[in-house]
């Protein structure tokens, strides 16, 4: 059996592993790493929740304890980027917690905070810097800091950060790193772009796969609910009496439906708090801790908090909007059943919401099982399985009278069925109501609408002289000072 003992890390690491409470590696630490020792780059394929983040923490530290090196002045020797702020600061616990026992020192930066104190902390250097890349990209552009000492880069969340746009920035701050490093990229997925990024930055990585992709936390018991929209949240305090839901995450689709659950629970008594991209730093992180330290029950969120959150003894995972990527909803239920407990992930679905729930059983090749509504029969119905070939069971939709819209009356339009006069094949006359000709008046001295006009021969165009008063003359020389003068009073101007 793999220990940490036998992966041969520092003394100092194992007592810190020791007080956390690991005793085992799990199945991507202990593949990664005795290779991330040995000074090679790699390519993690893992879910969250699969302990991927002490897979690349503690080969940083013991490398960094090994090569003992001053700090670089305003620099770092291990950069790790992050997609988001939460996540980030997670990271940088992790590392806290593993080299407690240590002198190296660590630092997060990401948007949402004054820039002036990470200027300050960022001053003097540090051993190991998290980041997100635009407030990273930010620090470098104003010289706060620079990457040319960085021996070791983390890409983590590689397929959320192209998700989010970042990989622009992301080639920009790779480029500013020396080209003699070590590089670990790791992802949920494995899509093309993933693929060209890690060819790109990667030399000779060992590919480390625990998980297959798209799969869910196989300690995670799935449950679907069908409810009408309009009952969702008359649902979500229904299943709040169960006293078996001890500490829950809520996920909706939008920042304002997360607002506005957390606005309806607290009126029936039920604190909670949002946490989504509209929330300041500050607001976002007093609601994270809160929800750790057992001050809140609920904790409601959007996707952007989906790999983010990390948090023990979520009990369960609620996704009161299915999201529109299964990949997110594979991502919202790792949040519970982490460290090798149990969790329950309860889904809603509305009718419009079908296509989501098959998408999502296609890519985890599992038929979500079906719960009944606790609030009844009728305020929700599940999709109706469709035959390849078979007729449409779909009612049609009829008109006021009962009749299908295809067959409803349509007024008849008034038509002209007598014999049309011979002409020259041009135009034809315009006709009265009873269908006979009628005479074109010309108006104006222009040809009537329905004759073709002669042809002209060509005419010059007609132009303004200013100096004379015909103004159909053509223009001989530069208008004169006195022309102009009277040519702004006729004007107005």
Known sequence: MTTFETLKLDEKLLRALKSEGYTAPTPIQAQSIPHLMGGGDL????????????????????????DPKPTPRRGCRALILSPTRELAGQIQESFRSYGKFTKLTSEVVYGGIPI????????????????????????????????GDVEVLVLDEADHMLDLGFIIDIRKLVGMTPSRRQTMLFSATMPKDIAELASAFLRDPARVEVTPVATTAERVEQKIIFVDTAHKQMLLQKLMEDPTIDRALVFTRTKHGADKVVKRLEETGVRASAIHGNKSQPQRERALADFKAGKLRLLIATDIAARGIDVDNVSHVINFDLPNMPESYVHRIGRTARAGAAGIAISFCDREEHNFLRAIERTT?????VEENPLGSGLGMPPQPRVKGAPSTDKPRTTRSGKPVWQRDRPEKKRFDGPRPAGDGIATPRRDDQGRPQESRPHQGKPAAHSRPARQDHVEPKRWNSGTSNPTAERTEKPSREGIVQRNRRFGR
Do not use: C, E
């Not at 960022?122 to 190991?128: A, P």
């Not at 990273?136 to 620079?146: E, F, K, T, Y």
């Open 365 to 369: 090749r599992q038929q979500i099982p």
């Open 43 to 66: 390519l993690g394929i893992a879910q969250t929740g699969t302990g991927k983040t002490a897979a690349f923490a503690l080969p940083i530290l013991q490398k960094l304890l090994s």
């Open 116 to 147: 002036g104190r990470q200027f300050r902390a960022l001053n003097n250097g540090v051993d190991i810097l998290v980041a997100t890349p635009g407030r990273l990209l930010d620090l470098v552009n104003q010289r706060a800091v620079h990457l």
